[in-house]
C-alpha cells in the first residue's frame, strides 16, 4: 500500500531553514508528480510546491515562492522541501502528497501524515 512518511520538522528561528523530506513506498515514485501542502493552526490546507514525476518542472505558491526549494530523488524514492528565510507564518503541519499522473495538479490521491514545523525566537 501507498506509504509516504515526512520527516525533518521542528523549531527553527525566524530567517533560519529547515529540510523537510518525505520517504514514499508502495508505488512507482518516479512516474508521479508530487507535492508539498501545509495546514497552519486554525487556517485551511495550503498547496505550498509540487515537482513532476522526473524533477523537470516545479511549481511554488506565491507565499513561499524563492524562499523553499523542492527536489526529488527517484532513486531514493524521496521528496524534499528545503525552506529557507523561514517566518512565522510559515509555521504549520507540512505534509507530503502524491498526485494521481505525472504532472504536477491541485488533486491529490494519496496524503502522509505530517511533520511539524515551528518558527519562533
Known amino acids: 500500500q501507498v506509504q509516504l512518511v515526512e520527516s525533518g520538522g521542528g523549531l527553527a528561528q525566524p530567517g533560519g531553514s529547515l529540510r523537510l523530506s518525505c520517504a514514499a513506498s508502495?508505488?512507482?515514485?518516479?512516474?508521479?508528480?508530487m507535492s508539498w501542502a501545509r495546514q497552519a493552526p486554525g487556517k485551511g490546507l495550503e498547496w505550498v510546491s509540487g515537482i513532476y514525476s522526473d524533477g523537470s518542472d516545479t511549481y511554488y505558491a506565491d507565499s513561499v515562492k524563492g524562499r523553499f526549494t523542492i527536489s526529488r530523488d527517484n532513486a531514493k524514492n524521496t521528496l524534499y522541501l528545503q525552506m529557507n528565510s523561514l517566518k512565522p507564518e510559515d509555521a504549520a503541519l507540512y505534509y507530503c502528497?502524491?498526485?494521481?499522473?505525472?504532472?504536477?495538479?491541485?488533486?491529490?490521491?494519496?496524503w502522509g501524515k505530517g511533520t511539524l514545523v515551528t518558527v519562533s525566537s
Open positions: 508502495g508505488f512507482t515514485f518516479s512516474k508521479y508528480a
Open positions: 502528497a502524491k498526485g494521481p499522473r505525472e504532472r504536477v495538479s491541485y488533486d491529490m490521491d494519496y
